[in-house]
């Protein structure tokens, strides 16, 4: 639970605002590069932290992102030409570079010197992870590449996909910290996907249907540890893993079978993208596995053709199965993992009133979540450096499942489970 | 002709409000039993007054009515699994009796004692006349259970159907009590209805078409009368019952048809339920009856299959058919008596603005309505007991429609006839 | 660029308004007459600067515009009967005369006198040109009347067509004050149009593409040359008329193809009306020609049928087509010259923020236009008389495309070619 102010501080990410200023500060995942595949490709719209922009690939397979509306009249250059390594708006023929110079201006006479004067906003972009990133803070704070180790792997290793979720991100990044919502919104669902069955967690899973939590800091965010009881000696541990601003890494199941990531990134205030990541950090994805991702299965989602929304929906009340649920095929009605979430986080409404919450022993990671984002917030207000998340060594993390002994402190047990050791496979159960 | 100041305290109904308060002062029509018709069922969606609730009916038959926001984190329960006696959220699983206390949290270790900590708002539901009636008032004023004539008579004898109206309550309901607006807006389908046709009173309402009104207080709210001139000796009087806080009851045609009634209840401030009922004292309904009514004709309407919206509705101008309208099958062009009614209520906007109004003497009933209400509203505020409609007594009137000697008050005249004699029949010309 | 304080003058015409009173002393295109082709047809709800109105023609063909809301209980006329010389609202039978009188309430006693009482808002209302024109003002001030040349012609040698646009008025208008942006948005689509192909000054206008403006106040509004090289000696001068406050005229191709002109017309804030004339001043329009601006051909839009709301709009991001701007088929991808120009005006969003401009020496014509109308509106708000586009003398004027020695200023130059003479054709090349 909240007062009406923090939740106002920890929600509203426009420029201008304390959290705005907080996640400027880092790479943000921006767009696929799928969106803009390949030189003079058209341009794409993309909404970040509240602010238009346009994404596009110049000529050389430079990457712009530019403030969409054209700085002379302000027509969107959504409808510009990509051409000749510029954006070259349609109303009056003003071209910009990726990094928003404007290389000609047609509408002024040859002699003129204004067009020197233009400077559209344009912010610095990556690729990496099959994913566009890019860096809307001062240029005096911007941190280290992004290291995460989906991020780093081979294409062969990773699929990466994203959906619009009509929330907050806070409201849909509080579903991946919490995994204590896995046992019932997933209730029965747990079997189905190959990712999870027949492994040894989950028979520990599902025998311990109350797990207790324990919840440390890390250097770049959170170690989020559930444990379970396997006999008088053991615990099963699962520690998830957040990284400061936005990604969390979904504690595996065996370690034949990819692991999971997501991030969870502010369009505006209202919505979210909601990206997520099947990764193996030793072997190619299989055919049958990269099959099913794009069919939508597991953490994906079915969207709609040639769009980012899910095809399940608010407006279709996410195609909700009554008998389904009737019959514990899905414990809410709703089919699909990613669904059920997402279902559950919208039915709050875009943005959920946390004055109104009462929180239990199991809530301990959204608590500290929330205070960690606040506090980090007030350190960016003041200018300071190194914030957590910031440095590429806090991305090198893995999250893992693992039996230890009741006597061992999960993060001492586990502390080498938890580094990236790139070439390695990870440790789990 | 209202000040803006009277036209907001008689519309707002949210919590919080003058009118709201009293509107929870009485037993409110909150959904048809058809919607939750069985134990288990799925949990139904219901918005009264401003506040979005959640009904269901548990394992054992017994009704809940239950803040639609789950406690924890606010997820919606409509999602939530209707399971041995209760319902239970979908996302972390806490579960909730109808009384809303969380009789399960898995969520929480076994020993912890935080359930008892925790009260979702539950109000308390009756199931009458084939309505799902609740109390959402303090308890210390919960009234009498309602018991208006249509709401007593066995199933057989009664048919209860709803639609959304795009408008507030008030603006409905102002239709209801104003019979003057039948001479134009029902003006070329009197005679297409069964339920009128032929009948002396019907050959009486043609012959003067501009009605004198007399409105009196009586108990509950009011009495209208409407007096037609027949000879030198006689009035024809059509006597509408108009019972607080939202119940009209239309004058009959003839002994041997249904009775017509009405209720009018805010979902929320620009949106309001119109439940339309027909009944008769003495004899079921007959097939041709049910299958018109249930076709949507008469007062009840041709609905979106699987929706309680009208078919004919805002988006597409109602159906309007300018050929009917030239060719006087249709004052307006809108097919159907009740879309003739809420399509021009509707057409004023969601929320009439009353100080533009030029009220002339056919409007007395509404004038005084507004203003009985009003004052309710402030011996609410007083706290009042004792309000007009709170009483079972006050239930217990009928409509009628009655020739008079020019002489006598109708409210003498018809005294009888305004009073519900279980198993008797109506009286009506 | 203006202040917000500005931008926000320039915008609002609602009633109460400095630039609705501006506008309001000026005859208004409303609608097209054949909205309302006939005697007793139904009524058509206009909405202009920002009120909403019912536009009739009554039994003797008189027009009638009527505030859209009955004066009694505020249910909309547009389900009024149109019978006998008079608008009947459904509800309760008040009737409107073209006037605003009301002519009968059935609803009151016979005796009755309140009805003298009631006058529904109504404002005079003529027909030209195929335009139903309304005058919205002071009845002191009302001026000439409409004689823009396309209003005064015979109907067999005009084409008006209207269309939606979702922008504020003035961000259209000044897409028809500009034509500097004609060598982009319209760039490979020059050819295409018979009515420009093939004309020596498009020879001209495609050699030089960086024309220069030249800006001078005229009595009724702006003369607005743009200048391109010939040869030494010469310059081509092609001459917009901007007439207060909101008709432009297009300078034509030669003297073989029709005239083109516009009107902007506010419906409210956020959206307008663009109007689209073609004319010829000296012989019928062509049956090739008639059909191709029947289709949405040149200036006109291909809208979805039986509405003025255009196929390729916003909601389908103006259909546009990224092949054929890849292969330029048309700069922005969208097809059409009117789609082009509403596409990037519509996509500043509905009320562009001219704060954030950066204006150019190209953009001449339209920092006068806007500093003349702000000026205009401060002498509306003193009452002053004789406003620039009241007079009937300031109607008659055309646009011109000229050669010209360079040494002559175009005013003086193309003088008597910038003047209607009736009968007499125009002057361009």
């Given at each position: 639970m909240l007062t009406r102010e923090q939740n106002e501080r920890l929600i509203r990410t426009d420029r201008g605002t304390e959290m705005g200023a907080l996640l400027r500060r880092y790479w943000i995942p921006a767009l696929l590069t799928e969106e803009i595949p390949e030189p003079d490709c058209p341009p794409v719209r993309v909404q970040l932290l509240g602010e238009r922009l346009i994404a596009f690939r110049d000529s050389e397979g430079r990457l712009g992102l530019l403030d969409?509306?054209?700085?002379?009249?302000?027509?969107?250059?959504?409808?510009?030409r990509n051409e000749e390594c510029g954006l070259r708006c349609a109303y009056h023929g003003w071209k910009y570079d990726v990094d928003g110079n404007?290389?000609?201006?047609?509408?002024?006479?040859?002699?003129?010197?204004?067009?020197?004067?233009i400077k559209q906003k344009a912010y610095p972009c990556i690729e990496r992870g099959g994913v566009v990133w890019t860096y809307m803070g001062p240029a005096e704070h911007?941190?280290?590449?992004?290291?995460?180790e989906w991020a780093m792997l081979p294409d062969s290793q990773v699929f990466v996909s994203k959906r619009l979720q009509e929330t907050n991100y806070m409201q849909a990044m509080e579903g991946g910290i919490d995994s204590s919502h896995v046992s019932f919104a997933h209730r029965f669902n747990m079997d189905d996907d190959p990712m999870h069955a027949g492994t040894e967690g989950l028979t520990y899973l599902k025998a311990d249907t109350r797990p207790k939590f324990e919840v440390i800091e890390s250097d770049g965010g959170l170690l989020i540890g559930a444990r379970r009881n396997v006999d008088d000696e053991r615990y099963y541990w699962r520690i998830t893993q957040w990284i400061m601003p936005w990604y969390t890494i979904i504690p595996p199941f065996g370690t034949h079978n990819p692991l999971g990531a997501h991030a969870w990134v502010p369009i505006d205030d209202e919505t979210c993208w909601a990206w997520s990541i099947n990764y193996h950090p030793t072997r190619d994805l299989r055919d049958d596995e990269l099959e099913s991702m794009h069919r939508g299965d597991g953490i994906h989602s079915r969207n709609i053709p040639g769009t980012y929304r899910t095809a399940a929906n608010r407006s279709n009340d996410y195609l909700i199965d009554r008998k389904a649920q009737r019959e514990k095929r899905s414990f809410s009605g709703v089919e699909g993992i990613a669904a059920q979430d997402f279902s559950l986080q919208e039915s709050m409404g875009p943005?959920?009133?946390?004055?109104k919450e009462r929180l239990g022993t199991s809530d301990a990671a959204i608590i500290l979540a929330r205070r960690r984002l606040l506090a980090a917030a007030e350190d960016a207000a003041e200018d300071a450096a190194g914030l957590p998340g910031e440095n590429a060594e806090h991305h090198r993390v893995r999250s893992a499942s693992v039996l230890l002994p009741k006597s061992v402190p999960f993060q001492e047990g586990a502390q080498e489970a938890l580094i990236v050791k790139p070439g390695q496979d990870f440790v789990s159960i």
């Open positions: 969409e509306f054209c700085s002379h009249r302000t027509a969107s250059l959504f409808f510009g404007c290389v000609d201006m047609p509408s002024e006479p040859p002699e003129s010197r204004f067009r020197e004067k911007q941190p280290d590449l992004p290291e995460l943005i959920v009133d946390r004055t």
